[in-house]
């Protein structure tokens, strides 16, 4: 097996793109990738999309997006697992180069969600969860993530306010990230007073949605010079868990969140000890605690605590969403496990000023689909 | 990069299953392949799949699926690439194994399309085409296929019957296949007198769609004591082409199954001379005739010749559709791809009667996503 290196990346912002299409803003991404990277073209792209078919209604999107970035004879196929489709191409790519079937592969994450009404939205996201025994219920996504926070609050004994940190950080790291969607930094205050939207569950501990595209370019690693600002791929895993929140046996465990940590930690040979930094799939709030939880951070309910004492923070023990994570720099459902490896490649060549976590060496990130029930981690190392 | 054998195939038959969901066709169809295998599990399952997000409202299938047959840990994701879906599948799953990433992969291909009205199905499909400059101008997929079949007729100065016989033959070979949709002779009359879908194409030079689900158990060839029932993969390519008909300088000429199919014989070190059979992409007649040419049976504009002359029959030169193919077997879109491999890897095994092809060594497969915008081949190899 090949080790494989992140030689290029490019991302757009993330927005409400009114003026751009899914393959205009997928384009921006790869060309950037490959600009960045030197190249003009690679073998094969593997795409990360969640709802290109429901909301732009379009399919088949390889063939689209390879023909508009000028490359229409590569191979190029789509990869879908809800909210960790990005993570999930990645891991394609990563397969691609390291079998030896191509030397080059694109990946890319792109959504464009602003095609549609706020409902259709809503709609188009519940596919992720149990369309029998959840979304066909009326449970939508915050719906289920309510229901799981409030049984964390009342299984722990924490408070609400305990959760604000994860917000906080989140606002001011991606404070300076030009490719955050909010630029705004919020106080406990901001976070107590917040709008519920499904309790306990406010609009500070909710990730906003949004269009845009992130691109990486894979190469074998021993197919370049040695170079600082390539990153090496040295773990990746995927798991699942039941779709269905109440199919679990403990709700407030993300099984497959620790299956594909331990895998990756193997693979890699380190251990939480050894992760300079952590880009975390918050699309809400106690999905940062629970994730932190799962790979071996903090104790079983002992989440909140690094909020708390400030562990997530840029200078603490581990920091994490470095550059926004979901909640401030957007989560644009299927781009958004790439954009945590754009941004984990920024963090390990020190491009990531002015929150730039000093000197990292490791870096982790892990993409989930669903409520917990597809969850893919990669570790990544610096060159 | 370790060779990869399947050492095990499993399918539904293609149908209207009213009484059945996506995942209990999935279940029906994965279950088999293990048991075929004489296994209980596998590391990681890689779905091909084109419509349950639109039809089922049901996307993160590699949850849903994994949790259903009772191995809900395992890795699961979803390929896409419209009808090419489950080839792209398999070729997800091929690259997982020869990579070393998993020592065991299921890969399956699954449709579940009688949930909605035939509007909603159609509409589905245009998915495949190019959603701004095809599917929005009303241009269906038949439509499409025929104005690229009225075009080869003028271009070729074939008639309209002399694509009969690919229907004829397809009927023929499903007739004894338990899991084809059809079980019905035709006759040159029949094929005349068949009502009219979008000139030139009438009710016989079309596939019908349906539900259903194949899969197969992939593990690197050198893990198993050699077996006849083992059928090694020796060749696999994708390539694409505009998704839209258009922007292609010659629209009779499928450049993406001539690049999958060139970088699929130079791996596997053969020629069109040296293949049994064909399981061949006959959504549509003409596309047979289309794929015959560019994979190099035909000369340029003569492909519909093989048919005329008998070569594609069971006994023929290049044996096609050998179990009924798309025309006959039934186009269950994404779960198509991995139908041609399970009727590709009975033949090898010699499992096919009575439409066996004579002591088939090597068999070609080709899926097709849109009109020509994603092809994806593999070869083949019996035990």
């Known amino acids: 097996m ?17 003026d751009k299409s899914l393959k205009e803003l997928a384009g921006e991404a790869l060309l950037a990738a490959l600009f960045d990277a030197g190249r003009e073209s690679a073998e094969s792209l593997f795409i990360g999309n969640m709802l290109s078919g429901i909301l732009s209604k379009q399919e088949n999107i390889g063939g689209l997006i390879s023909d508009w970035i000028g490359l229409p004879g590569m191979e190029a196929e789509k990869v879908e697992a809800a909210c960790g489709s990005g993570a999930a191409a990645l891991r394609a790519g990563l397969m691609a180069v390291s079998s030896g079937e191509v030397d080059s592969a694109l990946v890319l994450g792109v959504e464009k969600m602003t095609e549609s009404l706020p409902m259709e939205t809503t709609e188009a996201l519940a596919t992720a969860a149990d369309a029998d025994y959840e979304s066909a219920q009326g449970l939508s996504f915050v ?37 955050a969607r909010l630029h705004e930094a919020i106080t406990e205050k901001d976070y107590i007073n917040a709008r519920m939207v499904a309790e306990p569950i406010n609009l500070l501990d909710a990730s906003p949605t949004g269009d845009g595209a992130a691109a990486a370019l894979l190469v074998p690693a021993d197919s370049i010079a040695p170079d600082k600002r390539q990153v090496k791929i040295i773990g990746s895993a995927s798991a699942t868990d039941t779709i269905a929140i109440h ?16 895998k990756a930690y193997d693979q890699a ?56 994570g979901l ?55 610096a060159g």
């Open 2 to 18: 090949r080790e494989v290196a992140i030689i290029g990346i490019g991302q757009t912002p993330v927005d409400e793109h009114w």
């Open 269 to 324: 040979g380190v251990g939480p000890e050894d992760i300079d930094f952590f880009e975390v799939h918050d699309a809400f709030s106690i999905m940062s605690v629970l994730s932190l939880e799962a790979c071996g951070f903090a104790e079983r309910g002992q989440g909140p605590k690094l909020g708390v004492n400030g562990d997530i923070t840029i200078t603490g023990r581990i920091p994490i969403t470095t550059r926004g």
């Open 247 to 262: 199919s679990r046996k403990d709700p407030l465990w993300l099984s497959a969140a620790e299956k594909s940590v331990r």
């Open 327 to 381: 909640k401030a720099r957007g989560h644009p459902v299927g781009a958004t496990g790439m954009y945590q490896v754009v941004e984990a490649v920024q963090q390990l060549r020190g491009e990531a000023n002015p929150t730039q976590v000093e000197h990292p060496r490791i870096g982790l990130t892990q993409n989930i689909g669903g409520s917990g029930a597809t969850i893919i981690t990669h570790i990544l190392k």
């Open 143 to 179: 719906a289920i993530n309510a229901l799981v926070m409030q049984l964390y609050i009342h299984t722990y004994g924490w408070k609400h306010t305990d959760f604000a940190p994860f917000s906080i950080n989140a606002h001011a790291n991606a404070l300076h990230n030009p490719f």
